[in-house]
């Protein structure tokens, strides 16, 4: 794990801005999150408070950046996966963690917002799921919540315990 953090962030500092941020690698992923609000907000001159992040999962891996936003991979599954038609499926039998396809953080007007089938699924950075209560009022552990496409009422992901983690304990 520290090994591929260290690999990206010499490819960062060698090559410039990548296409493809590696979310597991932040130490504090809240901080690049809030950065890249604040780019889109500097760049359109718009109060921050009016902004977050929409999402749009991809198949494949981006060849260039995105005008706004960044593209992120990384994470995974847990209680889920992904399908072929980028929808919130029944994880695959024995398995414990999917990867998460990549996923486009879009910098958005909140009143802009997509509408569509979704669970807002909660991120964290580790498998435990716990920490030490924050001045935010979340756990340590606790970094946002994803709405992520299904064809699935939210409360059936609920009831599995689905959430996307960061890094795995093993």
């Excluded at 847990?78 to 994880?91: C, F, Q, Y």
């Excluded at 990549?102 to 509408?115: A, H, I, N, R």
């Excluded at 924050?134 to 946002?144: L, P």
Aim: glycine share 6%; aromatic share 14%; net charge neutral.
């Amino acid at each position: 794990d520290l090994m591929v953090r260290l690999v990206f962030f010499q490819r960062w500092c060698d090559n410039g801005v990548p296409v493809l941020f590696d979310m597991p690698a932040f130490f504090f992923t809240q901080a690049f999150m809030t950065g890249t609000l604040q780019n889109y907000a500097r760049k359109y001159k718009i109060p921050i408070d009016t902004v977050d992040f929409d999402f749009e999962f991809v198949s494949s891996a981006p060849k260039v950046r995105p005008q706004d936003g960044a593209f992120v991979h990384g994470p995974y599954l847990e209680g889920a996966r992904m399908n072929d038609s980028l929808l919130l499926d029944e994880p695959t039998p024995k398995m414990l963690f999917e990867p998460l396809p990549v996923l486009l953080l879009v910098p958005t007007l909140t009143s802009q917002f997509k509408e569509f089938a979704h669970y807002n699924c909660p991120v964290y950075k580790t498998a435990e799921r716990r920490g030490v209560l924050a001045t935010t009022g979340h756990s340590s552990n606790f970094v946002m919540f994803i709405r992520v496409p299904t064809n699935q009422g939210a409360s059936h992901w609920t009831m599995r315990g689905t959430a996307i983690i960061l890094s795995l304990s093993f």
